[in-house]
């Protein structure tokens, strides 16, 4: 088990697209991907919710955590394989144990809690809830976006974890996300002179 929840080790750049529902995650991540023409990593969480619903009209449980975490990072640790210098996350284990403390009291599953830790990424853009709500079938805290957008933010301090909060239209969320990345890609490559 805990060696589907690891990381593949990599010299990548790997930058997390994170925060709650419905805050443009998925859409800066494949802008950004397709900017500096590299791959993107998908919310394994949401096929594996929207097949649930499809079929049984079931929501997310405790012990669909586990599964989910697992699929995450196989896709991450596939993906990685083939990136280029830069790897964009549209999400990681990390917001999983976010959203678990949030839905089942504070508690998620020990190794979830572990490997949310241990794996690495350079740089969380943690995106503003300043986007409108999209209901789909999934989403359903429309009324506490701001609450979650402060659980999310508490979880990246706590771990002292580096991040930039990225807020405005789409376009101002691009290019200020780019200006991050170039940034960090002139620091990484200075470095390792």
């Known amino acids: 088990m805990e060696e589907k929840l690891r ?19 998925t859409t800066l991540c494949k802008q950004l991907a397709d900017h500096y023409n590299t791959l993107w990593v998908p919310e394994y969480m949401r ?31 596939k993906t990685v394989e083939k990136a280029n210098t830069i790897l964009f996350c549209d999400t990681n284990l990390l917001e999983l144990k976010t959203y678990s403390e949030a839905y089942y009291d504070g508690i998620a599953p020990k190794n979830l809690l572990k490997f949310s ?16 709500w999209t209901p789909d079938d999934l989403r359903d805290k429309p009324q506490e976006r701001e609450e979650m957008f402060f ?13 930039v909060i990225i807020k405005g239209d789409k376009t101002t969320r691009l290019q200020e996300a780019i200006t991050i990345i170039d940034r960090l890609i002139a620091e990484k490559s200075e470095h390792n002179r």
């Open 117 to 132: 830790l241990e794996n690495v990424y350079d740089l969380y853009l943690l995106t503003y809830i300043d986007t409108p």
């Open 151 to 163: 659980r999310f933010k508490e979880s990246l301090e706590k771990n002292n974890l580096e991040y």
């Open 47 to 77: 096929d594996y919710l929207q097949e649930k619903w499809d079929n049984n009209k079931e929501t997310c449980t405790y012990d669909d955590l586990l599964p989910i975490a697992i699929g995450q990072m196989n896709l991450e640790n």
């Open 7 to 25: 990381q593949q080790d990599s010299d990548c750049i790997k930058i997390v697209l994170y925060g709650p529902e419905s805050t443009g995650k």
